[in-house]
């Protein structure tokens, strides 16, 4: 991700905000969306694509475009720097590889503790039933 720059392939649309700024939200065009074409892109290759199809299906809309809004902010140009972080936060996150589980067995040690544990929790309720018995008698 680091020197990739998808600037040439991101596009801005500005609208009005309903975000802060008082009488400024009705007459500014302050909220900024980013698209992102995935298809057209000549910056990630197919397996990058593949990868980002299936992290982040649920942001991306029938035409394959990742779409970010940002309307926080009280001025265009820090609500487009804040859409353009979180665009790049969400590529990094979906294109690190995911961890191979190595499975592992509780060793030895650890299964005679969790049969101790049950062994002291059983005899603890075993003991209460007895006590419960010589109350009511």
Known sequence: MNGMDFESELT???SRS?????????KVETKIELNFDINNSQILNEDE???????LK?????NNIIRIV???????YLNKLKAIKKFHMLLEEALIPDKIRIETKPSKLEKK???DSKKKISLKKE???????????
């Open 18 to 26: 309903g975000g802060k700024g008082g009488q400024n939200v009705n």
């Open 49 to 55: 694509k593949k990868i980002i199809y299936t992290k």
């Open 113 to 115: 503790k969790r049969i």
């Open 58 to 62: 649920t942001r991306i809309n029938k």
């Open 70 to 76: 940002s309307q926080s902010e009280r001025t265009q």
């Open 127 to 137: 003991l209460r039933k007895i006590n419960v018995d010589k109350e009511i008698y």
């Open 12 to 14: 801005f649309k500005a």
